[in-house]
């Protein structure tokens, strides 16, 4: 018997994943989430994007925990670093499922794989309830991590993303408080991008 999601999802929502590796060890990473009906009508489903660490493991394993957190700095190094943990669930996190993973569909766009995954709630648990409040510099580090994780897939324009980028930093600047400062400065040193 499948657990329910402890969160209304809709569109695609940004989360972390946990994935056990082959030395016994957790996995950190981005992971957006399509709301049913985006690329399977009634289940929640992922995608990933080349052979990464998650792929793998996906793959291997068919499993994983999606967690939901607030905290920026977070977000940027578990989508642009390489991040590992003995546990499986994020201290960070406010609520964490557990998920069960199957392949819906393979493809490959301009030389990539792409793999759509249906996830199933195997046991859900909320670590916390919070009245969330985002400034537009949290949105702003969000965006700039998507496009900063794509910089190295063909089928995107590095040009045009490290626009988005530039972009991004002036309204983390403007809006954004110390962490979401502090994430942009990280984003910056992972992947070489220099201040606008």
Known sequence: ???????????????????????????????????????????????????????????????????????????????????????????????WVEVSVEKLRSRERDGTQVVDWKLVPVQTEIERTVVPTYNRGYGAVVEATVAASRLDVDAYDTDTLRRRIEYCESVVDRCGGPREREAFGRLRELVAVEPS
Request: proline share 6%; with cysteine; aromatic share 10%.
């Open 1 to 95: 018997m499948s657990a329910s999601w402890p969160v209304a999802l809709s569109g695609v929502t940004e989360s972390i994943v946990t994935t056990l590796g082959p030395k016994h060890r957790y996995n950190v990473a981005a992971l957006g989430l399509y709301a049913p009906g985006r690329l399977s009508p009634e289940a929640v489903t992922a995608r990933t994007w080349g052979r990464t660490r998650t792929w793998r493991n996906f793959t291997e394993r068919q499993c994983g925990f999606v967690q939901f957190i607030g905290d920026p700095v977070v977000f940027v190094d578990a989508a642009l670093d390489i991040c590992e943990q003995d546990d499986p669930v994020l201290e960070s996190a406010n609520a």
